[in-house]
Antibody, heavy 122, light 109 residues
Framework: EVQLLESGGGLVQPGGSLRLSCAASGFTFKNYAMSWVRQAPGKGLEWVSVISASGGSTYYADSVKGRFTISRDNSKNTLYLQMNSLRAEDTAVYYCAKDPLYSDYVYAFDIWGQGTLVTVSS | QSALTQPASVSGSPGQSITISCTGT?????????VSWYQQHPGKAPKLMIYEVSNRPSGVPDRFSGSKSGNTASLTISGLHTEDEADYYC?????????FGGGTKLTVL
């Protein structure tokens, strides 16, 4: 079964850091681009970042650029999101997701994890 | 990076058809055939319903269809079922970025 499992969420103070992980199984992880998408409580979906299959290309939403870093370890089938200088507006459920076809970018999100909640509050 | 525009809500009765629009610009919806649609039930992760404007993933009923004209993409659900009641989001590639619509709440009366 194709599966993504996020972990690492929790409560963090403003200005703090957190690293999210996304463990993949059931597919050849190294062949697909991966992405992070978040959803603030009661709000819509917001794209956060994407990384190519090789890890050589990364892109970020303007709202997180310079604060968040996406990375992957293809030997461990794991995607990461390092989040620094966290703000209250970063509070959200963070989902990892994969593209159904492509290795260079996630053009559509066909498999989603269950999400991990990040709460930024003092 | 402005969000794509969707109606906040639509409604229909079982068996009817509804269409949800998703309006962008020539820099996103109108410029690429990478429009996708997602269904999200409360407390659940989104589910891919349509990708590349009109392609259905395996397992998605053929009652769901997608199209695009200019800068506006559309999701049509034919023969509404009560279980179709959910939030629906469109998404588009936008040159090294991805945009989502604000979401549309579908109520099946």
């Amino acid at each position: 079964e194709v599966q993504l499992l996020e972990s690492g969420g929790g409560l963090v103070q403003p200005g703090g850091s957190l690293r999210l992980s996304c463990a993949a199984s059931g597919f050849t992880f190294k062949n697909y681009a991966m992405s992070w998408v978040r959803q603030a409580p009661g709000k819509g979906l917001e794209w956060v970042s994407v990384i190519s299959a090789s890890g050589g290309s990364t892109y970020y939403a303007d709202s997180v650029k310079g604060r968040f870093t996406i990375s992957r370890d293809n030997s461990k089938n794991t995607l990461y999101l390092q989040m620094n200088s966290l703000r209250a507006e970063d509070t959200a459920v963070y989902y990892c997701a994969k593209d159904p076809l492509y290795s260079d970018y996630v053009y559509a999100f066909d498999i989603w994890g269950q999400g991990t909640l990040v709460t930024v509050s003092s | 990076q402005s969000a794509l525009t969707q109606p906040a809500s639509v409604s229909g009765s079982p068996g009817q058809s509804i269409t949800i629009s998703c309006t962008g610009t020539t820099s996103d919806v109108g410029g690429y055939n990478y429009v996708s649609w997602y269904q999200q039930h409360p407390g659940k992760a989104p589910k891919l319903m349509i990708y590349e404007v009109s392609n259905r993933p395996s397992g998605v009923p053929d009652r769901f269809s997608g199209s695009k004209s200019g800068n506006t993409a559309s999701l049509t659900i034919s023969g509404l079922h009560t279980e179709d009641e959910a939030d629906y989001y469109c998404s588009s590639y936008a040159s090294s970025s991805t945009l989502f619509g604000g979401g549309t709440k579908l109520t099946v009366l």
